[in-house]
């Protein structure tokens, strides 16, 4: 009996067998549904980050990841000089430069409610 039923199981194996193609297109879609949903957003906000650490320039008024606010005063090849206070100046990396900030006419920043 036990004969019976491991003889029927190798024969209902056997017979499953499809094309290999279709059963890697599971994974293939889960891979481009990856790649259009986080690995191409990630590229273009990286390609966008460059491109604004490309045209940092003197007089710029940027905030930094930490949140420190301050006008660019010297820009280097690795670093910027930025003027947080009167008289206070911090040299930080350009990497940490998120934003530009575009000035109102004021300094302050805007209060969120």
Known sequence: MTFLLFNQTCEAGNQSQGNPLLSLLPLILIFAVFYFLLILPQQRKQKQH??????????????????????????????VLLLIADGVKVEVDKGHVV?????????KVPSQK
């Open 50 to 79: 460059q491109k604004l650490l490309g045209e940092l320039q003197k007089g710029d008024r940027v905030v930094t990841t930490s949140g420190i606010y301050g006008t660019i005063t010297n820009v280097k090849d690795h670093t």
């Open 99 to 107: 934003n530009k900030v575009h000035s109102t006419g004021t300094d």
